[in-house]
C-alpha cells in the first residue's frame, strides 16, 4: 500500500544536527511532492519545507532558511531532512508527508509518515 | 504569512450532537483549505481538501464547507471515535500554514 516510513526517535545534544529519513513506497515515488512540518509536545503543526523528488528543488520555511536541509534518493525512493544547529526548541515529533495530486507542489497531505520524535538534551 | 484562526479553541459536546467547528484565515486562501483530524499519538488524518472534497473513508457524517477567509467543519452526530483534535491547514499561498486547532471532547 502507499505509505511513508520515516526512521526511528533520535536524542541529540544542543548544538548537533540530526538527519530523518523518510522512505515511500506503493505510489510512483519521482510523481509527488514531498514535505515536512514538525510538532512541539502539545503544540500545533509546523510547516518546515518542501521537496520535489524528481529534480530535487526544494523551498524552505523562512524560521528554518539556513538550518535545515532537504534531499532526495531517486533510487531508494527515500527523501531527507537534515536540521542543524538544534536547540531545546527544536524538540518535536517531526512528520513527512505526501500531496494528494501528483505534480501539485502546494496541496493538502494525505499520507503521512509515522512521525520521528527529536529530543534534543544535554 | 496567512494566520488561520480555529474557533472554539475547544468544544465540549454529547455523543449523538452536532458539532460545528470554524477556521478563519488572514487573507483569502480560495478553495485552497485542507482539514485534519488527530488522535492522541496518532498522525494527522486527512478528512477535506479543497474546503469540501471528502477524502477517502472519511464518513458522511463528516462535511466541510466556505471559501475565500470563512471555513466550516461540521460533524453532524459525534461517535465515540470522533473525540479529537482537529486542525485546518492551507495551502493557497506559500508558505504553507495551520490552525492552531480545536480540540472535541466529550461533554
Known amino acids: 500500500q502507499v505509505q511513508l516510513v520515516q526512521s526511528g526517535a533520535e536524542v541529540q545534544k544542543p548544538g548537533a544536527s540530526v538527519n530523518i529519513s523518510c522512505r515511500a513506497s506503493?505510489?510512483?515515488?519521482?510523481?509527488?511532492?514531498i514535505h515536512w512540518m514538525r510538532q512541539a509536545p502539545g503544540q500545533g503543526l509546523e510547516w518546515m519545507g518542501i521537496?520535489?523528488?524528481?529534480?530535487?528543488?526544494?523551498s524552505y520555511a523562512q524560521r528554518f532558511q539556513g538550518r535545515v536541509t532537504m534531499t532526495r534518493d531517486k533510487s531508494t525512493s527515500t527523501v531527507y531532512m537534515e536540521l542543524s544547529s538544534l536547540t531545546f526548541g527544536d524538540t518535536a515529533v517531526y512528520y513527512c508527508?505526501?500531496?494528494?495530486?501528483?505534480?501539485?507542489?502546494?496541496?493538502?497531505?494525505?499520507?503521512w509518515g509515522q512521525g520521528t520524535m527529536v529530543a534534543v538534551s544535554s | 504569512e496567512i494566520v488561520l484562526t480555529q474557533s472554539p479553541a475547544t468544544l465540549s459536546v454529547s455523543p449523538g450532537d452536532r458539532a460545528t467547528l470554524s477556521c478563519r484565515a488572514s487573507?483569502?486562501?480560495?478553495?485552497?483549505l485542507a482539514w485534519y483530524q488527530q488522535k492522541p499519538g496518532q498522525t494527522p488524518r486527512l478528512l477535506f481538501y479543497?474546503?469540501?472534497t471528502r477524502a477517502t473513508g472519511v464518513p458522511a457524517r463528516f462535511s466541510g464547507s466556505g471559501s475565500a477567509t470563512e471555513f466550516t467543519l461540521i460533524i453532524s452526530s459525534l461517535q465515540s471515535e470522533d473525540f479529537a483534535l482537529y486542525f485546518c491547514?492551507?495551502?493557497?499561498?506559500?508558505?504553507?500554514?495551520f490552525g492552531g486547532g480545536t480540540k472535541v471532547e466529550i461533554k
Open positions: 506503493g505510489y510512483t515515488f519521482t510523481d509527488y511532492y
Open positions: 491547514q492551507q495551502y493557497h499561498r506559500w508558505p504553507v500554514t
Open positions: 479543497g474546503a469540501s
Open positions: 508527508a505526501r500531496v494528494v495530486m501528483p505534480a501539485a507542489g502546494y496541496d493538502a497531505f494525505d499520507i
Open positions: 521537496i520535489h523528488p524528481s529534480g530535487g528543488s526544494t
Open positions: 487573507q483569502t486562501v480560495s478553495s485552497n
